[in-house]
Each structure stands twice: as structure tokens, then as C-alpha cells.
């Protein structure tokens, strides 16, 4: 895809988010924005996934660590032809296959249970590792969020990845700040984390702007490259980013808008998609 055409899916992906969560009266926009050019490139350029076979054994994994940013993912799903699009109003509803954080079996497309922090990483491990004892060829990526990155799992999983040098492996980390409470580094400071992972025999990338679509590909392709170590990219991303009055306040980590805000919102967001589409 050309980086006009990732914009345009990004914006719909914010746009799903606000509708969803709208609908829902519940969720969790703020982190799921932060990411939304990420799940636009995973899933229309960077990993090998058909939605007419969501179950092929050879195709690259996605785990959805920070699970509650779950309306994101089901967007980027839904605008690849998982499921129909119109399912996101059904957010978080009872009997919905959409629930409020991804669950296996459920939902087509969705590789793994997450929403407990800290146990995606260890389920794509996992995968990672089935794979080459499997001896097959597809890669396995997993997006964690900085606060998450607080939990012990994380780097008990890092250790193993490294020490086995799993280079099928990419984490990706989103790295807005914020987290329930707050600024990460008021909190419990994961800084610095690339030397962190560093010190795990990772390769590390680090983006000073995670929603360029530019260094994005240029990221993945540095993963897809690296040999004989996992690689982790952390990407610097603004939380709520799209909406103006969501962007870097920690209040909408996980508070549904409500009527008047899901109109500013979209709004705002369909000005973008306007614009997008004009060139």
C-alpha cells in the first residue's frame, strides 16, 4: 500500500474506535488511537494474513498484548474482510463476538485470548518458538504498551526469547506515556527501554515518531532482516492521537465519549478522511 492509502486506513480505524466505544458506553480509545497506524500496516502490509482463511497454519501471528485496546484491532480486522464492518457498533454488547478484549475462537482473525497484562508476550513466545520446532516460516508479532511493560512476565519472556535467539519474534512497544494512573515514569519508570531489551539480546528499533508510515516500514523491514536475535521496536506515539481534545490526557485510557464528545470526535476525524481524500 502507498503511505496516502495507510492514511486512509488509519483514519477509519480511529474512526471505529470512537463508533465502537460510542456505542459500547464503554472501552478504552485512548491507548487503541495511539495505535492506530500500527494496526493499519501490520494488517495491510507487513504480516501474511488472508481473511478468507483465518486459520491457515502459515500465517503470521498477531497477539494483541495490550488486549484492551482491542477496538483498534477489531477495526483493522473488520477492514480487511474479516467480518463485516458494521459489527463494531456491536462492541462490548452482550452476544457480541466482539468483546472488550480479544477472545480465541470468538472473533476471526484474533490469534490469542489477551487482556490479562504481561501474558501476551509469553503466548507469542510460544508461538514463536512452535514454529521452529514446526520448522515453518511465518512470524509472529505481538504490541505491548509501556505501562504494561511494568509486569515481571514481560521480561521473564524476553529472557527466553533472547537466550534462544527466536528472530521470528517482533515485539512491538507502544510507548505513549500513559498509563491508567498517569506518566509511566511517574509511576514505575520502564526508561530506558531499548537498553533494556538491549541487555535481553534483542535488536532494538527505536521510532521517535510511531505514527510515520515511513519509519514504520523501514522498522519492520530491519525485524524482517535481523538474524539470530528477537527484535522489540518501540515506537513514540502520542495516546488519543487524532482527536484533539483525547490527545495526551490520561483521562481517556478508558473512558467511553459520550454523545456531544463521539460528535466533536468523529467530526474532527472525518475533516481528516476528507482531506485524505482530496489528494
Not at 484492551?68 to 477489531?74: F, N, R
Request: charge should be negative.
Amino acid at each position: 500500500m502507498t503511505n496516502l492509502e495507510l492514511k486512509k486506513v488509519a483514519v477509519e480505524i480511529r474512526i471505529d474506535i470512537i463508533r465502537g466505544t460510542h456505542a459500547a458506553k464503554a472501552g478504552h480509545p485512548g491507548g487503541a488511537l495511539s495505535a492506530a497506524e500500527v494496526f493499519a500496516f501490520l494488517y495491510n502490509e507487513e504480516m501474511n494474513v488472508d481473511p478468507k482463511n483465518p486459520k491457515d497454519p502459515n500465517r503470521d501471528r498477531f497477539v494483541l498484548s495490550k488486549g484492551h485496546s482491542a477496538p483498534g484491532l477489531y477495526s483493522a480486522l473488520a477492514l480487511r474482510g474479516f467480518f463485516p464492518r458494521e459489527d463494531i457498533l456491536t462492541l462490548r454488547h452482550i452476544g457480541s463476538h466482539l468483546q472488550g478484549h480479544p477472545v480465541l475462537g470468538m472473533t476471526p482473525g484474533i490469534d490469542m485470548s489477551s487482556g490479562s497484562l504481561g501474558q501476551g508476550a509469553s503466548a507469542s513466545l510460544g508461538m514463536a518458538m512452535a514454529a521452529r520446532i514446526d520448522n515453518k516460516d511465518y512470524r509472529t508479532y505481538a504490541l505491548l504498551g509501556d505501562g504494561e511493560i511494568q509486569e515481571g512476565q514481560v521480561w521473564e519472556a524476553a529472557m527466553f526469547a533472547g537466550s534462544h535467539n527466536l528472530d521470528n519474534l517482533c515485539w512491538i512497544i507502544d510507548n505513549n506515556n500513559l498509563q491508567i494512573d498517569g506518566a509511566i515514569d511517574e509511576i514505575n519508570s520502564p526508561y530506558p527501554i531499548g537498553a533494556k531489551f538491549e541487555a535481553f539480546n534483542f535488536n532494538v528499533v527505536e521510532l521517535d515518531d510511531g505514527h510515520d508510515f515511513d519509519k514504520l516500514r523501514g522498522a519492520f523491514e530491519n525485524a524482517r532482516n535481523c538474524k539470530g536475535k528477537p527484535t522489540v521496536i518501540i515506537l513514540k506515539t502520542v495516546k488519543g492521537k487524532g482527536v484533539s481534545f483525547m490527545e495526551n490526557v490520561v483521562g481517556w485510557h478508558g473512558v467511553a465519549p459520550k454523545d456531544d464528545e463521539a460528535e466533536k470526535a468523529l467530526n474532527e476525524l472525518n475533516k481528516v478522511k476528507e482531506e485524505l481524500c482530496q489528494n
